[in-house]
């Protein structure tokens, strides 16, 4: 099981110089050319959000003006959305890992695979470019006719960028879908596919379905706004509010792009770290699909307060509690699956049981949205802000550090320090809580978001989130340092330092680039039994 | 995975085991892309649809201002053009040079035939201040604030469509080029059948734009 | 209503404790009674259980679906204001309120309504989407441009409240507050005794519709080339398209503004459309002037 570092060439070693990289067409090496753009994207995302809460100490708004703020928020949502929490854990664990847990040599289309990076790249450049020219101030959701008739910002450049960013999105969903069906190794059969895979799976399908919709609909915003076209714009016949249904159609989906991936990271770690396959594999599979689907007929719980007729409103709101059933069975299962297990405490294992108590506050709460008398009291309050990130950061992004501490022997050859990441990912459990709970209550007591000046009822709460945030940040620092710190001075990493199951750990660390000497043999999923 | 390399198709990529699987992969793939494409085209459906429902006056006003005739001639236009694509396919899968070269050289002409008539309805539209805009000039009887929805909605179904057809032009140019070089025989043709596919598909958005578009109410006179 | 709103939300506020300390209570036990005690131990491999599938996915799903009942419920009233309000017209622009009391009051910013009444908002937007947010009465609304929406609250208790809005709107969003005055009846008797300071709304809307020449189409009769106005609101009126529509504030404000979108039977269109030369102010107080028409040929104040 476990064998030394050997002296033959892996993916890494296989080719150097830029051009190798950029015209590479290996999936290992795309998936670190994404990791290291998501990561640019985070820390610019997370710079306009340190820049938020300083503001928001103060209840006046005297750090910056009006007109910056609202760009602030903007551009920490349109970078952290549509250029971070969309693409992280796909593009870059997705890619490197989906070969290589069915036993495949590559994806289905690897020049499609690298054109994708280079869309989102694309994409990326549209928005930098508009954020020095002055950024966009219209909220992330760009709701009409702001954005498309009154806003003096650079709406249409913006609305490019994430045009062109999606088709990135749609390539990657496009290439797993073909991938999982076309190149499983033999014996792999579905149900003795990695819910990894299942996760991925059901991602790839809302890319592909969801996408093209915002994809049109920012088609008419810009369109609206450069050739006065007048869709949305009541003042030339349009409708406003169809734009919000268009816009949250594909929108709301999205928040599963964001968290499917990062249940499917949660499969692998409490199996991998309990030493046993999941508890009701086949539930968890489906769940995802459910998830998948039912997350379509939910949008309209973003407009509950917008002028939707009751019946409407009471539909979604049904169909919005229905669509937390799948997500609590996967809870129940992970939870369930420590049963009888045998648990260690490896770092990964820490970010599990911060994505457990997070994740659960968070989906818990989406319950008071999808209640349509308490959702009128809290809509566009603290209260959601504070809900979608738990889902979104204490989720997503605990997922994203625990599956890259988890895979990083695997991905770079090298053991980073185990003691510091445990650190880190209690102190990042600890600095989230504080940033984001108080959000809560200050949203319940009336705290409207995108608010750049408050009433000072309001300022204790806010000081609290933001020394949550300092602490948070710390939190995401330290990884940075000892990950960085592993690639030079990391001790080389056996081919499965964790002893877990799975196609990925039957070759070296780090792969060679055809990702294995000879075709895998395939088994049942997670057999730990000895 | 050590083959016999000597015998492997130069088409082979080496992450597919065998010419059946990848073709399999790529013909997935671009029904995929298709469904995304519906996707796409479909949010503007949507909005059209939503907003005839609303203003069923405005909209069959504004359609008549459409000539039928052209719509109608393009509509013949791009079914030609989709037979000698499927001749095009079933020659690539012949391997037959010359029939590839034909009926391609001839789907190319279709296609730049649909986009010149097209460009004759814009012209007129431009002409008589349909355009919407600063200088849009139509005047309804019924419902005149809604009608520029119609119109706005024109521009962008069939400009969205005709950008399609252009890019389609181009990958047939590109397959003109190849079949030159005499690159699809039996075995390995599956450029050819994947565009294929993607060319059907423009045609079938059009197939759907031209009732919706030109001939709303066109059974009768407009209710009064 | 408020109170009944928070019973819900502290429900929900229970039931998310509970779960979370129960489930992470769970899996803090599992965590310590089952960790791994040799380097090469493995878990007893459990492939699953339906009837626990079954019983938690049931038991959740019964959960919801009772909170989306009573929810539902809650909603439903919010939602439907009772027959007999008290009406407020509010116009949201970048970046503040103007409310307009039928009697004439105008104000800015701030809104005195009398304590134990049931208060109607009908509310639209000059300009971006804007949304009228009373964190105390738990009620909020979208304001959109060309379209009236509502919200109605009943407050029980005098003081200041805060409004807020609550729908980015650009620079200052945040800027966009203002207050609203709850007082005990007599207080607010004596603040509209106060003077408006210029005629009630409806009396305003009549003299608009003397200057934009209303009249002229529409007169008091059906000799006119424009159907007569008296008692049209809120009735039924034919289409020429043979459909049938209640004259209600949405329609009348149309009709002012694209009086071509839906035109009453047996009449020519030949009404010029009126946006641009009427503000979103104007139309509420044509509007008002127009339900005070009935069929009596003086128009009384027209309170309903």
């Known amino acids: ?142 709701y009409t006719p702001y954005s498309s008739a009154f806003s003096n910002s650079h709406v249409a450049l913006v609305v490019v960028g994430i045009f062109i960013n999606g088709f990135s999105s749609i390539l990657t969903g496009l290439n797993f879908i073909v991938t999982i069906h076309k190149l499983r190794a033999p014996g792999m059969t579905w149900f003795r596919l990695p819910l990894f895979i299942w996760a991925h799976y059901a991602t790839a399908l809302i890319m592909v379905l969801g996408t093209p919709v915002i994809a049109i609909t920012l088609v008419m915003v810009a369109a609206e706004r450069l050739l006065h076209l007048g869709i949305f714009d009541p003042k030339l016949g349009g409708d406003p509010v169809l734009f919000q249904h268009l816009f949250w159609f594909y929108s709301h989906p999205a928040v599963y792009i964001m968290i499917l991936p990062a249940m499917g990271v949660m499969s692998e770690l409490v199996a991998a770290f309990s030493r046993k396959r999941i508890f009701g594999y086949e539930v968890v599979a489906m769940s995802s699909l459910a998830i998948a689907v039912v997350g379509f007929l939910v949008w309209g719980h973003h407009m509950f307060v917008s002028s939707q007729s009751v019946y409407a409103a009471m539909a979604f709101s049904l169909l919005s509690f229905v669509v937390a059933i799948p997500s609590a069975i996967k809870v129940f299962n992970w939870s369930a699956t420590l049963y009888k297990g045998s648990i260690s405490f490896d770092s990964p294992m820490v970010y599990v049981f911060g994505f457990i108590g997070l994740f659960l506050i968070g989906g818990l709460t989406g319950l008071f949205l999808a209640a349509l008398a308490v959702d009128v009291h809290v809509h566009d309050t603290y209260f959601v802000v504070a809900h979608f990130h738990y889902i979104m950061v204490g989720g997503t992004i605990m997922m994203y550090l625990g599956g890259l501490h988890y895979w990083w022997p695997k991905i770079f050859g090298k053991l980073y320090h185990e003691g510091l990441a445990r650190v880190s990912a209690v102190v990042i459990f600890i600095g989230f809580n504080l940033t984001f709970f108080p959000q809560f209550i200050v949203g319940y007591l009336g705290m409207p978001r995108r608010y750049h000046a408050y009433p000072p009822e309001f300022q204790l709460w806010n000081i609290l989130s933001s020394a949550g945030a300092v602490i948070l940040a710390v939190g995401y620092a330290m990884p940075t340092f000892y990950l960085l710190y592993s690639l030079v001075k990391g001790k080389p990493a056996p081919a499965n330092p964790w002893g877990a199951k799975g196609l990925e750990w039957e070759t070296s660390s780090p792969p060679p680039t055809q990702n294995f000497e000879s075709t895998p043999a395939v088994s049942e999923p997670y057999n730990y039994a000895k | 995975m050590a083959g016999a390399h000597a015998t492997q198709h130069p088409r082979l990529q080496h992450h597919f085991d065998n010419l059946d699987q990848q073709f399999e992969a790529s013909a997935l793939g671009m029904w995929l892309f298709l469904v995304t494409e519906i996707l796409f085209f479909g949010g503007l459906f949507a909005v059209y649809t939503i907003y005839r429902l609303m203003y069923p006056m405005a909209f069959a006003e504004a359609s008549h201002e ?76 019924h419902d005149p604030g809604h009608s520029q929805l119609f119109f706005s909605l024109y521009f962008v179904m069939t400009g969205l469509h005709a950008l399609h057809m252009i890019v389609g032009i181009g990958v047939m140019a590109v397959l003109f080029v190849m079949a030159f070089k005499g690159r699809f025989t039996r075995a390995y043709h599956t450029p050819v059948e994947v565009s294929g596919l993607y060319w059907h598909f423009v045609d079938i958005v059009w197939i759907f734009l031209f009732p919706l578009l030109y001939l709303i109410d066109r059974h009768g006179p407009v209710v009064h | ?160 409240y805060r409004l807020f809005c609550a729908e980015y709107c650009g620079t200052d969003h945040s800027g966009m507050g203002g207050w609203v005055v709850v007082m005990e009846r007599a207080e607010y008797q004596q603040w509209l005794a106060g003077g408006a300071g210029q005629g009630t709304m409806a009396q305003t809307g009549e003299k608009l519709f003397k200057d934009l020449a209303c009249v002229t189409c529409h007169k008091e009769d059906t000799t006119g080339r424009g159907p007569t106005l008296i008692g049209l609101y809120g009735k039924a009126v034919t289409l020429d398209t043979g459909d049938a529509v209640e004259a209600d504030e949405a329609y009348l404000r149309e009709s002012i503004v694209n009086p071509r979108a839906r035109m009453v039977t047996g009449f020519q269109p030949i009404m010029p459309t009126f946006q641009g030369l009427v503000s979103e102010e104007g139309l509420l107080q044509l509007i008002e002037y127009i339900k005070t028409l009935k069929a009596e040929p003086s128009n009384a104040t027209g309170k309903k």
Do not use: C
Not at chain 1, 88 to 110: C, E, Q, R, S, T
Not at chain 2, 105 to 131: D, N, P, Q, R, W
Not at chain 3, 43 to 60: Q, R
């Open chain 2, 66 to 141: 459409l000539d039928v005739v052209l719509g109608g001639v393009n509509t013949a236009v791009l079914i030609g053009s989709s037979l000698t694509m499927a001749m095009a396919v079933w020659a690539a899968q012949l391997g037959t040079r010359g029939k590839q070269l034909l009926f391609l050289a001839l789907t190319i002409a279709l296609g730049l035939a649909f986009l010149g008539i097209k460009a004759v309805e814009y012209s007129h539209k431009f002409e008589h201040g349909l355009v919407p805009g600063p200088s849009f000039r139509f005047e309804a009887a």
């Open chain 1, 1 to 142: 099981m476990d064998t030394a570092a050997t002296p033959h060439s892996n993916y890494l070693t296989d080719g150097y110089g830029l051009k190798s990289w950029l015209l590479t067409r290996d999936h290992k090496r795309i998936g670190l050319l994404y990791l290291v753009s998501v990561s640019a994207f985070f820390v610019l995302g997370a710079v306009f959000a340190g820049l938020i809460r300083l503001e928001l100490m103060t209840p006046a708004g005297d750090l910056v003006e009006s007109d910056v703020y609202n760009k602030m928020f903007t551009m920490h949502g349109v970078t952290m959305v549509f250029f971070f929490l969309i693409p992280a854990i796909p593009a870059v664990l997705g890619n490197f890992l989906v070969p290589l847990m069915i036993g495949a040599k590559d994806l289905a289309f690897p020049r499609l695979n690298l054109l994708s990076w280079y869309v989102y790249t694309l994409g990326g450049v549209f928005t930098l470019w508009a954020l020095v020219n002055g950024g966009v101030d219209t909220g992330w959701t760009f």
């Open chain 3, 1 to 160: 209503m408020a109170p009944q709103v928070d019973a819900l939300y502290f429900f929900l506020v229970a039931l998310t404790a509970f779960f979370t300390l129960l489930i992470s209570g769970l899996v803090v036990y599992f965590a310590i009674r089952y960790r791994r005690r040799s380097a090469d131990e493995t878990g007893v491999p459990i492939h699953g259980n339906l009837k626990l599938e079954i019983t938690w996915t049931v038991i959740p799903f019964v959960i919801v679906l009772f909170i989306f009942g009573w929810s539902a419920k809650l909603f439903y009233t919010m939602a439907r204001p009772p027959a007999e309000t008290l009406d407020v017209y509010v116009v949201g622009k970048q970046w503040m309120w103007k409310f307009q009391h039928p009697d004439g009051h105008a104000e800015v910013n701030e809104l005195h309504v009398p304590v134990g009444t049931s208060v109607k908002l009908t509310m639209t937007s000059q300009d971006v989407i804007h949304n009228v947010y009373i964190p105390d009465f738990r009620v909020k609304a979208d304001v959109l441009p060309g379209r009236y929406t509502h919200l109605w609250f009943k407050a029980t208790t005098p003081g200041r």
